[in-house]
């Protein structure tokens, strides 16, 4: 009996998508007999029923581009906003689903998506996933596929900010991706050479990031790279929270709690978090250090572009693997890198779990054994 597979893809755009999309799609097609449906721009596109048939011909030619050919949108099935309304449309989505006659619907995404697409597993639909995310900070898999080439456009960037800082002697502060996890902004900061790196794992003390910088100025070395996740926090920002939280705290300190929620959700960021931002700690190092300071914002560059080798390889074999459980009729399961092969996850053991650096992860290590101060 021929399987009917629809797709989508959800949360933020990662490079890498389109080469799951045709690994999965082809392999349904070519391999398994297999008729395969792309619904547009995410969790909206089901509920909206606009679809886009996936055969050979929309699967050829896209392995090498970024974003996705089905678009996406960060919609939840049971929060859509609807005119001025958000609305719970998961009862029109499960009826789309069946319309359609699916045996399953792969959705490709982060975190959100994951629970989005759990939301409907405990609808009744059946359901496989896959990891993608530049951000790398889905639990339960090795690597997520985007976190690869993000990594290159912030190294490639940290690498030409180098000349820039050295030749003008100032400090830059880039800040790198990564929602609340500190992975792009490590990984990209060891292999650009960052002279220092914050992430939210290890909340910051300025003073320590300026006593760095400044005994590189000692050493000769007038220039600093301070490549900051945006979600990084310092260690005052960690005490409000913490006492924005505890019930003995200021129970009137509204401020507080508002910035709590700030920093929670929007981290860093310049214009974002009531910290300031980069901006903010890009001034209080000028000031701490008297060297000259600039910002620099990679933003959605990070995302932007044609995935990398690593990237296509990974979303392959994870599409691939993707359009084998389903003929096997294995559901309910994210598709998930483990060494050189690919595990199966349960969805249930993947939703609402972050994963973040480790303390002891062997790159915190490394880090710290070539010099670079982690603001602590
Ligand atoms: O999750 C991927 C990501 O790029 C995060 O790194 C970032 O915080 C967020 O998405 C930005 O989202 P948007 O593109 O919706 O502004």
Redesign the pocket.
Known sequence: MTKYVGVLTA??DSPGLNAALRGAGKAALGRFGMQVIGFRDGFRGLMENRTVRLDETALSGILTLGGTILGTS?DKPHRMPIGNSVLDMTELIVDNYCKHHLDVLVCMG?GGTQKNAYHLLQHGLNIVTLPK???NDLAMTDVTFGFDTALGIATEAIDRLHSTAHSHHRIIVVEI???KTGWLALGSGIAGGADVILIPEIPYDIEKVAEAILQRSRGGKRFSIVAVA?GAISNDQVELVDSAESPSGNPDNAAAKKHKKTIASEGNGLDRGANGGILHLARRLEELTSLESRITMLG?LQ?GGAPSATDRLLATRLGTACAALIDQGVYGVMVAARGEGVDVVPLKDVVGKRKTVPLDHPWIESARSVGTSLGD
Do not use: C, N
């Open positions: 949360g933020g960060r982060g995310t530049i951000d991706m990564g929602h945006e959605h995302r």
